[in-house]
């Protein structure tokens, strides 16, 4: 199962004792998540959060990918996890959000890094995907920063309550990872 931690950061696997603090992470940043997640309408209780918790366990006993909380010293700062693996494809697509006060820290790149490692080096992946809408350059610099390839344009694809949003699709292969690793390790410090 997936599990990090570092000096800033910590991530692990959704639990049930962890849905009041979801919930208050989302109403407090709650103005800011509606602009690009539609779910934030329909979570309006601790309950709601408790409901995508256990959906999350759920996922993670099947073997069908993961949501995992982000700590920052030791508070709930938002989530990362993936949507359904295709095992037989060996295919991703990753989801991430955080709080309104977390962004611009380094946070959410460090722990898409820390997943994308245990895609592909522990659960060997090939291909993981990151979609975000055209104009969500936060969620766009974080795939691009870390050497995702933009492979299109995917047309009105979401409802964003008041209007269709176009997406771009990003991805990255485990054979570029794996040069970019290398390539990393073997420059100077």
């Given at each position: 199962m997936?599990?990090?931690?570092d000096?800033?950061?910590?991530m692990?696997l959704l639990e049930?004792?962890d849905a009041r603090?979801l919930?208050l992470?989302?109403?407090?940043?709650?103005?800011?998540?509606?602009e690009?997640?539609?779910?934030?309408?329909s979570t309006?209780t601790e309950?709601?959060?408790?409901a995508?918790?256990?959906g999350?366990?759920?996922q993670?006993?099947?073997?069908?990918?993961f949501?995992?909380?982000?700590?920052?010293h030791?508070?709930?700062?938002?989530i990362i996890g993936t949507?359904?693996?295709?095992w037989?494809?060996?295919?991703?697509?990753i989801g991430y959000?955080?709080?309104?006060?977390?962004q611009g820290?380094g946070?959410?790149?460090k722990?898409?890094?820390a997943?994308?490692h245990?895609?592909?080096?522990?659960?060997?992946?090939h291909?993981?995907?990151?979609r975000?809408?055209v104009?969500?350059l936060?969620?766009r610099r974080?795939?691009?920063r870390?050497?995702f390839s933009?492979?299109?344009?995917?047309?009105q694809?979401?409802w964003l309550?008041?209007?269709?949003?176009?997406?771009?699709?990003?991805a990255l292969?485990?054979?570029?990872?794996m040069?970019e690793?290398?390539?990393?390790m073997?420059?100077?410090t």
């Amino acid at each position: 199962m997936f599990f990090y931690q570092d000096q800033e950061i910590s991530m692990r696997l959704l639990e049930p004792r962890d849905a009041r603090s979801l919930y208050l992470l989302i109403q407090r940043s709650r103005e800011h998540l509606r602009e690009w997640m539609l779910w934030v309408d329909s979570t309006k209780t601790e309950e709601d959060s408790m409901a995508f918790i256990q959906g999350a366990m759920q996922q993670a006993m099947q073997n069908n990918g993961f949501q995992a909380g982000i700590w920052s010293h030791g508070e709930l700062v938002g989530i990362i996890g993936t949507h359904q693996i295709h095992w037989i494809d060996r295919t991703v697509s990753i989801g991430y959000w955080l709080g309104e006060g977390y962004q611009g820290k380094g946070i959410m790149t460090k722990a898409c890094k820390a997943v994308i490692h245990y895609l592909f080096e522990d659960c060997g992946l090939h291909r993981i995907e990151i979609r975000a809408a055209v104009d969500n350059l936060k969620s766009r610099r974080i795939a691009e920063r870390l050497s995702f390839s933009l492979e299109g344009i995917l047309r009105q694809c979401e409802w964003l309550g008041d209007r269709f949003t176009d997406h771009c699709v990003y991805a990255l292969l485990q054979p570029e990872y794996m040069k970019e690793k290398t390539h990393s390790m073997n420059q100077p410090t």
